[in-house]
């Protein structure tokens, strides 16, 4: 059986921007029902992608087995940014793998539970994903395993200064 040696989260300009007020409006197939404004589809060009001042990346984060397989781990992260002209050129490598190992998990405590909480349940959820695909581990031993976060060429492109 495959062993998990280690996690890697993929990062990459995210093609699918959009304003927070657009995307978190509800997706509505065929006429919108009385008072809900439906979502617009997402573009890859336009004044908000173009805008030097926006950023918005993706996060795919993975387990790397030892026979060299990936296994999917979560799809559905990453973050983006406002800031000053040409954001992309002034964010520093340092800075998107921090967001990208915080983006991933564990999440910060709230209400009533604790960090340990967090932590205990995130690599617990972790571990599920994967037995699911056929791979058991235990939750513990997955938080220790070296995280290493890698990015696509076209970001690293986007944010060297040329």
Known sequence: MAAVTRLVTVVDIDDQTMP??????PVVDGPAPDGVEP???PT???P???DPREMSVSA???AVLDDGRRLTLLDDRGW???GPPDIWRRTSVKEIESNARTVVGPDEPYGSHSQADMQADHWAYLAGILREQG??????????LPHDVELSERLRTRITPT
């Open 135 to 144: 791979v058991l581990v235990d939750a513990e031993e997955l938080s220790r």
């Open 48 to 50: 908000y992608l173009d």
């Open 60 to 62: 795919l984060h993975l």
């Open 44 to 46: 890859t060009s336009g």
């Open 39 to 41: 979502a617009v589809a």
């Open 80 to 82: 983006a940014a406002h």
């Open 20 to 25: 927070a007020e657009l995307r978190d409006a």
